[in-house]
């Protein structure tokens, strides 16, 4: 009667290993898939929350077709097969008109996207975009012209490192279960850890230092580290002779940015920074910079990030433990790999994607796009017009910035699909909702583990479906066949989809069923230290990459300080909880209750000059955007800025237990859509600035 199923979390994008209790054919109970000694039976209260999200009835639980105006929340529930001849359909007059290239697909991406590529290609169509413009790709394009290799070419080993360096990585809180038990571990372990922020997160309470930088200078702060390393030779002299090329360049352009020049910028002082040096000296090479997401989103983050970059080379902290590791794959354990659906559709033909990304903007991955790019694609029509928008868990009214412009510019779409298990903005946004199962109630293609010891993972449907949803796989598998591009997907069931990845290797799909996972090491594989091997075209790491400043992109940059909020104005900060992801579990049954609703958090200098205490409504405004919030009145945040949780606010009447609840902080980001920094590409997020005053 009961038995344990194992799966991969879907309560969020980290997609952790669970094991699911499952008696009488009802789930009964989520733990972590303790097989995986990192994971242990830990979850997070997202991944807790599995089973609420199950059984919440405030979702699609059909198929729905609009019927009124966009974003009116007027629908009728339709069948599976009226919903795909609905958009066939559509698809075939948009591709006859516009042609195969004017359909682009806004993804999350991750480990199971694989399929989703092939759907696109097979269509005819280069505009795949994931969700990443608006998270980590400053940081993935500064990665690239240091080492060649994207941000996530190097994995972090908390647990044995003697210090870990965070600049805004809130690894307590924005979380990632296998990540947070290593750093608690290396934490405990005695490592130091030092955590640049603003705003004093929970995970500053963990901290040997905290900083609490002005916002927007970490730039500034890194140039000053840096610079008093090379003064004083804190760095691994060897590692550097042996990899690094440009030390003498970026000696050269460090001149002017001394400890105490850094000291003005940011407000830490001159003496701190140097003590932190010293004690990183003697902590390396065991020592981790890790270069977050957050501060990758001013104008200058590339550089930033780049700077992080550099550090983590000259302290010779790659590939040592306690350090950077690269993430093994399946070739290194002497196995193939997972055979690519995606790898097996030919090229479309048209090469230029609507957002430039490889061809305007050269220097731009093309794989994951730059979707407010595709944004002027659709507002202006060129290159070329973009017509209709797939969009898969993704939800890009609120990841990217100012709802109501992108709904401006979406309204010259003439098909939006969204496939997702929530009524999210931008589902209700769209022409079709196609639901997928929760994750427990569905299989995903077989996905690649990388790590010390890689291998391969897999979500396996737990329950039958309580709703009239479909799994990801086959809703794409079924269009695909329709627009006749079935020869691309041939599949009837996700078996003849893993028999299909897993045909290279010697693994059999029962393998699976022991641990959840496959391991394909026995012991972690290491790089001999002597012969590692970069991205770039010299094989070394590039202080100056001629690459990236062949194609305009300046790798010594000399600072600029960020602009200054008017007398009266904050730097809107912005982050998440442990308990949340973005916006879409606010209406969870269970973690609608935790949630609440969000508030203002300010720092007490700020909030007596405007007349403000604790638990006082304040009214928030950028332009004509106005929302109302309690104020937290805290010494925990920087004097200039203001903070709020993201994810809030939604419009969406359909979720009544979050209807109202609290500010969406991307309405007030004016202007943002088409403001991002030039060099990594990301919209500039954080460089938003917003009036308070009290309400009474
Ligand atoms: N203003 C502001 N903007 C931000 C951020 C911020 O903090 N503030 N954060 C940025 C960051 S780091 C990121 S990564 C992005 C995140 O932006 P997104 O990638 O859009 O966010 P997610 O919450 O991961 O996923 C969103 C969608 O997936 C749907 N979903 C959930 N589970 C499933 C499922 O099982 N199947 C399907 N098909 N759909 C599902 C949800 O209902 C939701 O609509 O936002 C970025 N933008
Ligand atoms: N619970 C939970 N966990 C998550 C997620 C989630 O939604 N919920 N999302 C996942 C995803 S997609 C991501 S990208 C990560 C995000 O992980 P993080 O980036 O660590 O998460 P945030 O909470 O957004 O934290 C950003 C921090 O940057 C700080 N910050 C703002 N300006 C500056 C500045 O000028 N300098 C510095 N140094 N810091 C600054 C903010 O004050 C804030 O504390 O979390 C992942 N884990
Ligand atoms: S971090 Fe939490 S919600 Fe995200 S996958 Fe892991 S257990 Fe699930
Ligand atoms: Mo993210």
Redesign the pocket.
Known sequence: MKKTVYSIC?M??VRCPVSVTVEGGKPVWVEGNSNDGGMGKSLCAKGGATLSQRLDTQRPTHPMIRTGERGEGQWREATWDEAFDYITEKLQGIISKYGARSIIFSD?GGPFADLRKAFMKALGSPNYHN?DC??GRNVNHASKSVYGLGRKGFAYDYKNASHIVLFGRNITEALKVKEVKGFLKGVNNGAHVTYVDPLATNTASKATRYWQIKPGTDYALLLGITHYILKKGFYDKDFVKQYVNGISKLRDFLKPYTPEWAEKETGISAEEIMAFCQEINNDRPKVIFHPG?MLSRYSDSFYASRMIHVLNAIMGSIEVPGGLFYPKGPGDAGSAGLKSIAGNVPAPEEKERADGCGTRYPQFDKGPGMLHLAYEAIDTGKPYPVKANFI?????L????ETAEQRRIWDKLELIVS????F?E??WYADVILP?N??IERDSILRTEKGLKPGFGRRQKCVEPINDTMP?WQIYTEIAKRMGKGEYMPFESIEDIWNYQLQDTDIKIEDFDAKGFVKLAKDPIWYDRDKLKFGTESGKIEIVNKKWEDMGVQCLKPYVAPQAPADGSFNLL???RGYQ????HHNNPILAELLGTNKLWMNPQAAKKIGIKSGDEVEISAGDTKGVLQAKVTDFIHPQAVFML?GFGTDVPARERSYGRGVA??IF?KGKLTDWDKAGGSPT?QGCFVTVKALS
């Open positions: 879907g969020c994008a999350r969700h608006t998270c997401w898969h868990r993704h939800n890009p609120i990841a990217l910035p496939t997702d298990v929530y999210s931008s589902s997928e929760t994750y990801g912005f982050g998440r992801t973005h916006g879409m993201h902080d991307q980001m997020l």
